[in-house]
Structures are given as structure tokens and as C-alpha cells.
């Protein structure tokens, strides 16, 4: 694997890429599946928490969560081209000073980000082969919510996952998605001291699961 872009991260989440997320979210803000995630943490009294968003795109998930009392966040994308629209979109919103942004691989790179309240993976263990080692190192940031959403893992799902990925395969794109099994999410979790305490499905035909966990 590529220390820098593992499954070819760079290259799918390109300069393009962050500009089309970043005209959607100007336009249309926060997706359904994302804006589940706010209004359950901010529910959860986040005034002044902090926050670490891994593989937060153009980072829309974590600065909505500012809005609503978060203090400060820390991202981590793989994607230089991603943190450098979230740099743009996080100064634009007059948060400039409360963000810093990383790029690199979290599970290589987690001995040197710190841990937060609340640690944010919105479609990003599906884009990772070793989900174990990036939950885990997930698992020990958080120190009271961490939040996933991920492909669930249903018969359609996994079909059309792998059509996607023989397309991939054949323009010689580096990129797969991963379906992994959320049991195995709740078992690491589990095993670090986690339960979940919100669970919810969003998008075409409920494709996203949506899974916050809580340290006990
Ligand atoms: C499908 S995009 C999702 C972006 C954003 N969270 C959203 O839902 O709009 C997946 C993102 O996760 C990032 N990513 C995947 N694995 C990562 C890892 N191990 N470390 C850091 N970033 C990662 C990718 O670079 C990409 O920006």
C-alpha cells in the first residue's frame, strides 16, 4: 500500500472531485445522511467539544457541527486535494482559526493527531481495505462519541460494489470500495470499551448505515 495514498485515495478524490462536493454543499448543505449524524450529536450537549473528522472531504460534516457549539476540529483526509477545499470552505465560514487539517493516512498517521471528543468517520471505512486497523485507531481518538456511516452490508449492495469495482479494474483505476461487515465495526468497537447508542439508514434504498458509538 502506498504510504501517502493507499487505494489510490489522491487520485479518486482529485481537484474535481473536491470541486463538485464543495458546489453541493454551497448549494444544498448537508446531505440527509450527514445532516442524521448533527442532529443526533448535537443533541448530545457538544458545546465546546472538539472534534476529529477523518476523511471529511471538504470537511461540511465537522464545520455544521461548529455551528452547533462544537469548539475546534481536526482533520485528516488522504486527499491533498479534499484538505484543500476544507482549508478554503473552513475560512470562508469564519472558522478559520478553530480547524487544522492533516493529510495522510489516519491509521499510519495517528500517533501524531490528537485525541477529541467526538471522532467522525462519515463513508470512510468503505474506502479502506483494513477497516480493523482504522476503526481502532479511530476507537482510541475518541474519548466520548465515535460516528461512522458506511455501506450496509446487503445482497444489492455488495452486487453492485462489485460491478463498480470490475469497472474500476478494467480503466486500470487503483480505487475499490470495501463493504465491510458492520458486525465486525461493533466488535472492535466493542472491544475498546464502545456501545453503540444511535443507529440509523439514509439514502437510495437505505444504502448508508449510520452508527454512532459511545465510550462507556
Ligand atoms: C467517499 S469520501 C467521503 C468524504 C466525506 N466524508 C463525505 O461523506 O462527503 C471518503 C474520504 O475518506 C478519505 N479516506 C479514506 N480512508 C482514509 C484514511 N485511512 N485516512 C484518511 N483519509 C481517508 C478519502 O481520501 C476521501 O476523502
Not at 113 to 134: E, H, N, Q, S, T
Request: hydrophobic letters at 45%; one cysteine or more; aromatic letters at 10%.
Amino acid at each position: 500500500m502506498n504510504c501517502c495514498s493507499p487505494n489510490g485515495l489522491d487520485e479518486m478524490f482529485n481537484e474535481s472531485a473536491a470541486r463538485k462536493d464543495l458546489k453541493s454543499y454551497r448549494k444544498k448543505g448537508l446531505d440527509r445522511r450527514a445532516r442524521r449524524l448533527v442532529d443526533f450529536l448535537s443533541q448530545q450537549d457538544i458545546s465546546e467539544a472538539t472534534l476529529l473528522e477523518i476523511g471529511g472531504g471538504v470537511g461540511a460534516l465537522h464545520l455544521e457541527l461548529m455551528k452547533a457549539g462544537a469548539a475546534k476540529a481536526v482533520g485528516v483526509d488522504a486527499s491533498s486535494a479534499y484538505v484543500k477545499a476544507a482549508t478554503s470552505l473552513a475560512q470562508s465560514m469564519g472558522y478559520g482559526d478553530a480547524v487544522e487539517y492533516h493529510v495522510g493516512d489516519f491509521a499510519e498517521r495517528e500517533q501524531d493527531i490528537p485525541g477529541a471528543d467526538i471522532v467522525l468517520l462519515d463513508r470512510v471505512i468503505c474506502c479502506y481495505p483494513d477497516m480493523k486497523a482504522l476503526v481502532t485507531a479511530s476507537g482510541r481518538h475518541a474519548q466520548r462519541f465515535c460516528a461512522l456511516t458506511y455501506p450496509r452490508r446487503t445482497w444489492p449492495i455488495r452486487a453492485g460494489v462489485s460491478f463498480i469495482n470490475v469497472v474500476m479494474a478494467v480503466f486500470r483505476r487503483r480505487f475499490r470500495i470495501f463493504v465491510h461487515h458492520p458486525r465486525e465495526v461493533t466488535a472492535t468497537l466493542a472491544s475498546m470499551g464502545f456501545s453503540r447508542v444511535f443507529e440509523a439508514y439514509a439514502g437510495f434504498g437505505r444504502m448508508w448505515e449510520i452508527a454512532v458509538y459511545q465510550r462507556q
